[in-house]
RNA sequence: GGGCCCGUAGCUUAACUGAAUAGAGCAUCUGACUACGGAUCAGAAGGUUGGGGGUUUGAAUCCCUCCGGGCCCA
């Protein structure tokens, strides 16, 4: 590794030069105006070379000239210490990794992790915001595959409660015996259209209560659609068995929608994890707490966990009748997973920031139960996905149903494709099978090349794009590589290890690529470290406009050099498919001709 | 009442955790070969990084304060 390589001959600089030791080397890639590409901030040394900044930069140059090997020039502005690496080291970087096919993906290394994401609702069907979250937790587990991690995909499903009584409700009073395949709809679909049902139901029978000078409150608790809500979720709770058989079957139907929306994004879970057999879980755990004074009992029989040294409050655990929260299903479902995977060292909680206090709370009492992977607990926090109206609100109908939203980016996709008329030898089921490709490629690219931790905002007109900073560009890339490895495939020009020793010097805009090229481990790492597929797709269209610069400005088959042509396309090799396994890392496909 | 997050070009965003003239994309304007794919490339214009103060050789980044937006806990 290069940078590495660098820092080494940096500290042994300072060591020689001034007798001192720097613990911290800040390297970064040098400005476009200035000649070099790595750059020694050199302000931090000079105070303990005792030299002014720029001598001691024309200092470390010098040495580094002279003695590492790899510089090959160097210029000092104010403080700034610029390298020029040498191009030797630049095409061995190259080799390096054109002979190595695994390049950037590590080895098992043993470790396991879980990630768990989507956790719907049974109720109503994914909207853009489950979007985002899938994609992100499928892609953080990719990345974390990547790093040689074995990974867990789970989810939890919100089974059971009130909220899939209400659908149940609805259907049992106007749903007439109403399936999926008797109405044609996808079973989640269906379900979600009887929880409006109960919605708008509950709404009349509450206006006319309170015409009759019932209060708001009262009234919401006493229409009788919700009344029979409340009775069904009391009769699921004593296992009545014709309650638990429609529940089962409209969760089914939610299961059924679900899956195929899931497989057409792309996304799978090794582990379904269901509240229904976990919610009562966790009160033993909270009950040992007790005993072990890690919580405490109030006068009322209530169990409380006391985080006030945390600078946190107190947190309730177990009402006073006994009964569980939320705190404390999640208590017991973390205890579980590890019981079902004891291998793994930590979870990624793929859920949104709005539960930040919640999980920080979880984390702490886990900590406190005495589990030492409670500091391996992340909670990979995402921002709320708002449209150019505001918030999503289900109430107001402004939700961005996943699959319309699917359905229209490969809809735009596939009008571009047919457009531009590139593909026309082509069949149908192949435009068809690359506008899917495109669409959910730039759907997802979209969706992750933000910062996970911010809120974004999604406009639905504005967001179907296919120029510019987005996935399509980054395909349309690859695919014009491999149109060019085509075209030297049909000449007979193959390249190989040997070849690339005949290059001698490089022009600026091969170095630009090669630069990239050898960042990605780096940026795999970092994007490992940080919880942040954003950095991989910054990265990844980094590197296919840097590629594409190379591109508009070197006719690569025009070349004479036998060896430079091969070179080249070597090089053109290694950028596609730095690409390809880039863009995997976010769920994106690449494709060879669009 | 207590706590957390955010504010960068008209819009969407980046900045390697304190470094050079704050990078991109969209939109606007100008240009690109009979050549390997124009979903591309080159260029112009666009910024008091919400306001003010402080620390520092150096601040979008750290501290204080105010303004504006979002969220959580009781």
Redesign the pocket.
Known sequence: NLDFILRTEIQKAVAALFNQSVEQV?L????A??E?SH?L?C??IA?ISKKG?EETARLIGDYLQTNSGIVRRFNV????L?LVISDEVWIQIFESVYSNPWHGITPQTGREIMVEYSSPNTNKPLHLGHLRNNFLGYSVAGIYTALGYSVHKVQIINDRGIHICKSMAAWKLFGNGETPESSGMKGDKLVGKYYVEFDRNHKAQVKELEEKGVSKDEAEKQAPIMKLAVQMLQQWEKKDPETLKLWSTMNGWVYAGFEATYKRMGVDFDKLYYESTTYLLGKEEVLRGVKQGVFFKKEDGSVWVDLTVD???Q??LLRSDGTSVYMTQDIGTAILRFRDFPKIEGQVYTVG??????FKVLFLILGKLGYEWAKKCYHLSY??VDLPTG?MKSREGTVVDADDLMDEMVEV?EQ??RE?G??EDSTDQEIKE?SEM?GLGALKFFLL???P?????F?PN?SI??????G??IQ??H??I???LR?AAALNIHPDVASLKNVKTLEPAEREVIFKINQYTSKLQ?AGR?YSP??IA?YV?DL??EY??F????????ESDQAKLKFRIAFSQVTASTIQKAMRLLGIFV????
């Open positions: 800040q970064q890639p040098t400005n105006e200035f070099g750059t901030v302000f931090p105070k900044p502005v104010k403080g700034f610029n600078g946190l409050d947190k309730v920031n709005e539960q930040e206090y919640h921002g709320m918030k996709a571009q494709t531009l590139k593909i690359l495109i090349k933000v910062d931790k911010k809120r974004m905002m406009d504005e794009q296919l120029q510019g900073y987005t399509p560009f349309y890339t695919a014009r491999k149109s060019i075209k970092e940080e954003a950095i910054n269209y296919a406009k594409n610069q591109y508009q400005a070197i006719p690569i088959f025009n494709p060879e001709k669009m």
